[in-house]
């Protein structure tokens, strides 16, 4: 079993940066893939960015490239979502997820966090 905390949500204005911090427990986090989704209400949680349980980066939305970073310290069992230059319409909840395998769907985790509130003013 997996736990995951979520962390670093908050409001900031337009352009601003925020870093989201997911905590993880259990010993074979490194083993694990990683990634963050985000939902808007009565919409599909969508992903952001993801690794590969070989800790290589996969996927980022395209919404997001270029201004969006994932990255882990697997010595801290923790995740980051480093977010610069933030967009309105990057309100929403963000969810951090692993995965003990890289399975075939973009969509599939086996474990989610409680999620955290960003909320970009304008």
């Known amino acids: 079993q997996v736990r995951l905390v979520e962390s670093g949500g908050g409001l900031v204005q337009t352009g601003g940066s925020l870093r989201l911090s997911c905590a993880a427990s259990g010993r074979t986090f490194r083993s694990y893939g990683m990634g963050w989704f985000r939902q808007v209400p009565g919409k599909e949680r969508e992903p952001v960015a993801a690794?590969?349980?070989?800790?290589?980066?996969?996927y980022y939305a395209d919404s997001v490239k270029g201004r969006f970073t994932i990255s882990r310290d697997n010595a801290k069992n923790t995740v980051y979502l480093q977010m610069n230059s933030l967009k309105p319409e990057d309100t929403v909840v963000y969810y951090c997820?692993?995965?003990?395998?890289?399975?075939?769907?973009?969509?599939?985790?086996?474990?989610w966090g409680q999620g955290t509130q960003v909320t970009v003013s304008s």
């Open positions: 997820a692993a995965r003990r395998a890289d399975y075939a769907s973009r969509y599939q985790y086996d474990y």
């Open positions: 690794f590969r349980s070989s800790g290589i980066i996969t």
